[in-house]
């Protein structure tokens, strides 16, 4: 006896052994217990979830002998007609073949005789959208008025290619793309029957690589089992044969993107074609790897929507907090471009590593994204040391500062102003790290705190100084300068009080603040307050 694919050997014969579609079976299973059965169904969605199946499952319950709970009891002769494809009653017909208007109106000839056995004849038309203008107009009569012993029920993967007058006289079922884990869970029932020896981490790439299509996983599967017959099939495996990359390297290729070493990410990218990797499966895999960065780096629970393990989690979120989210989706975007690109392309090599160059040499780009980015870079390189003030002047925090002036302006030196050592401390302290601080807080407080100068507020207080009236209105609130508060406190051990306040127009923010010390060892002589 020939060998029968798993996808066709395993294909499910009633409605419970249907997995990932529990909102369409429970309707048609309801419909059939009810009789209230319609005459026209439109099932849509992408391949392998089952649109044709269901179809199959749900002509088999309307003709039933003997249904239980409204599916087909699978023992009765016509039941058994059904599965066998012997039956006059059911006609399944492929569009792309058939989608002259004359094999439509083969149908409408065929409708008007009853059925020979059962209850109702029923057609299962696949991939209608195929069907040409004129074959849909000759369809429409009788989809809308067939004799009572007639179902048709349409299955498409694009419904947006199907007419409105169609759409509007069918009952429309939207087939979901089946989880990862009904998959997973699928495959590990199969090879326990089969008596594959698989391990669960396998499957579930599988079950990944499969893009919710239950058949394409049992392809993939049997594929993969091929290949390594009478060995465990092991994730390595299913790596050589789907050319598949291992999760490390994502992270190694990612850590060499941020880092801008463009030449280690080409070394790395010929090492995966010497090893026959597809090039193709590498840029969608690497796309969801920064997808689960983005989500680990934004989502509070990042664990209940990525799925992989506590450690992996761990290195994911170690990654993610490497570069901020717009540039994650900068990379995002830019391998998304590539993917589209591709597929069709004849050198695939090429176009991957100069999108890497695009990722790692941003100012070689007069993108919009590309633009923002290097001006982050160089946000972050000033926040680390030299904050650039408002009037455009350049001051080391806490420490004398020079203000240089425009063209044809006339210089002036800036305001001195005394503090108390302790007050001194606390603001060179926050002035120096303010900012490390400001990443460190995340989230808004990043965007509200960029444009901004932290000066003394009193005894144990500190200012930060807004320029703009949007930030000001954001990061002055309470709960912000409490996160600030709760942040320094944490790390730096200092109990300081922020409060905000906004710059007026025109204002400088050169003041050059100093200590009594500081004054003492410049003019050498005991400096002496009179009170007046």
């Known amino acids: 006896m020939s060998y029968m694919a798993l996808y066709r050997k395993w294909r499910p014969a009633s409605f419970g052994d249907v997995k990932g579609q529990d909102h369409i079976v429970t309707t048609l299973k309801n419909q059939i217990l009810s009789q209230r059965i319609g005459h026209a169904y439109l099932f849509c969605g992408t391949r392998g979830t089952g649109k ?12 039933c002998e003997h249904p239980a709970d409204g599916s087909p009891c699978g023992e009765c002769q016509t039941c058994k007609n059904i599965a066998a494809g012997a039956s006059l009653n059911v006609v399944e017909i492929d569009a792309a073949s058939n989608n002259g208007v004359d094999n439509i109106r083969e149908i409408r000839e065929q409708v008007q005789y009853p059925p020979t056995e059962g209850r109702y004849r029923v057609y299962i038309i696949d991939e ?3 069907l040409s203008t004129g074959a849909f107009n000759a369809l429409l009569k009788t989809l809308e008025e067939p004799p009572s012993y007639v179902i048709f029920i349409l299955a498409t993967t694009e419904v947006n290619r199907i007419p409105i007058t169609v759409l509007s006289r069918c009952q429309r079922y939207d087939f979901k793309r089946i989880s990862v884990a009904t998959i997973t869970d699928r495959l590990a029932q199969l090879s326990a029957a089969e008596k594959i020896d698989a391990e669960e981490k396998a499957l579930s790439y599988i079950a990944r690589a499969a893009d919710g299509s239950m058949r394409d ?28 990359v291992d999760t490390a390297i994502f992270s190694s290729m990612f850590r060499a993107v941020v880092a801008n070493r463009t030449a280690d990410c080409i070394r790395q990218l010929e090492e995966l074609v010497i090893q026959g990797r597809e090039l193709s499966q590498f840029v969608t895999d690497f796309i969801w790897y920064m997808r689960n960065l983005l989500l680990a780096q934004t989502a509070e629970d990042a664990e209940g929507i990525v799925d992989m393990s ?24 830019v391998f998304s471009d590539l993917s589209n690109q591709i597929r069709y392309a004849s050198q695939k090599r090429v176009l991957v590593e100069l999108a890497f160059i695009r990722l790692t040499k941003p100012q070689m780009e007069h993108s919009y994204d590309s633009v923002i980015e290097r001006l982050n870079k160089i946000e ?14 350049v001051s080391m925090p806490g420490g004398p500062s020079d203000t240089y002036a425009q063209p044809d302006q006339q210089f ?52 930060v100084a807004f320029t703009s009236e949007n930030s000001f209105a954001n990061g002055s609130r309470p709960m912000v300068m409490g996160q600030l508060e709760e942040y320094v406190r944490t790390v730096y051990g200092k109990d300081i009080y922020f409060k905000a306040r906004l710059l007026g127009s025109g204002e400088r923010t050169d003041t050059r603040y100093v200590t009594d010390e500081d004054i003492e060892e410049h003019i050498h002589m005991e400096v002496t307050v009179e009170d007046e």
């Open 52 to 63: 044709t199946t269901i179809a199959k499952i749900f002509a088999k319950a309307v003709n």
């Open 128 to 130: 209608v959208h195929m």
């Open 217 to 244: 996983a049992l392809s993939l599967l049997d594929q993969c089992v091929a290949f390594h017959y009478g060995e465990r099939l092991t994730y390595d495996h299913v790596l050589d044969v789907l050319g598949a």
């Open 310 to 333: 506590s450690e992996n989690l761990r290195l994911l979120k170690e990654d993610a907090g490497m570069t901020d989210g717009e540039t994650l989706m900068r990379y995002i975007r």
């Open 380 to 393: 972050e390189v000033l926040e680390e040391g030299v904050p650039v003030n408002v009037s455009g002047s």
């Open 412 to 463: 002036t030196p800036p305001r001195e102003v005394t503090l108390p050592k302790a007050q001194m401390e606390d603001l060179q302290l926050v002035r120096n790290e303010w900012g490390k601080i400001v990443r460190g807080l995340g989230g808004g407080a990043r965007s509200y705190f960029r444009d901004t100068v932290v000066e003394p507020g009193g005894d144990g207080c500190l200012t």
